[in-house]
T-cell receptor, first 113, second 109 residues
Framework: IAGITQAPTSQILAAGRRMTLRCTQD?????MYWYRQDLGLGLRLIHY???????GKGEVPDGYSVSRANTDDFPLTLASAVPSQTSVYFC????????????FGEGSRLTVL | GQNIDQPTEMTATEGAIVQINCTYQ??????LFWYQQHAGEAPTFLSY??LDGLEEKGRFSSFLSRSKGYSYLLLKELQMKDSASYLC??????????WGAGTKLIIKP
């Protein structure tokens, strides 16, 4: 089934630990995105990639890093988690960077204690 | 700064019509998008407007006025499954999506 897959679905993490959220798509989309969603706030862009081999910073990049070694995979790493990074994280993809029709993964709920 | 405003919550009755408004102030404009998000699930794309006017898609319609920085999503013949949050997003001049906080729509029987 074509789509975008995130893992893990949910995770509780001690502050200071390193964590990688995985994201894989099989739609051959060029652009991929990581958002966080917090109650009362709109989706906020963390990092994005317009094509394999390139990445860019979004609105809230601090404390996060990404890589885009190939078209399909776009992992998000928290080098040293802090409680303010408790959130729901959505990975998304689109055919190109200039289309607003995004396809989202099911989300990863992360709690940092 | 860039800003998207939409009501936090709305309540409507099954079978009725509801209009969810969205106003925006952004650096440039390359389209306005509506997404639906059921509780605990991912957002899914509903509609796209880039020119002024009404776009109809079944029970859902979306309207845009670029001069007023205004859009609305119209839902007709409401069903219980329409209970969800509706997200308004605008693509700015840098092709970045700016998102509103979403409108939680509660449908009552």
């Amino acid at each position: 089934i074509a789509g975008i897959t995130q893992a893990p679905t949910s995770q509780i993490l001690a502050a200071g630990r390193r964590m990688t959220l995985r994201c894989t798509q099989d739609m051959r989309h060029n652009a991929m995105y990581w958002y966080r969603q917090d109650l009362g706030l709109g989706l906020r862009l963390i990092h994005y990639s317009n094509t394999a081999g390139t990445t860019g910073k979004g609105e809230v990049p601090d404390g996060y890093s990404v890589s885009r070694a190939n078209t399909d995979d776009f992992p998000l790493t928290l080098a040293s988690a802090v409680p303010s990074q408790t959130s729901v994280y959505f990975c998304a993809s689109s055919d190109s960077q200039d289309t607003g029709e995004l396809f989202f993964g099911e989300g990863s709920r992360l709690t940092v204690l | 700064g860039q800003n998207i405003d939409q009501p936090t919550e709305m309540t409507a009755t099954e079978g009725a019509i509801v209009q969810i408004n969205c106003t925006y102030q952004t650096s440039g404009f390359n389209g306005l998008f509506w997404y639906q998000q059921h509780a605990g699930e991912a957002p899914t794309f509903l509609s796209y407007n880039v020119l002024d006017g009404l776009e109809e898609k079944g029970r859902f319609s979306s309207f845009l006025s670029r001069s007023k920085g205004y859009s609305y999503l119209l839902l007709k013949e409401l069903q219980m499954k329409d209970s969800a949050s509706y997200l308004c997003a605008v693509m700015d001049s840098n092709y970045q999506l700016i998102w509103g906080a979403g409108t939680k729509l509660i449908i009552k029987p």
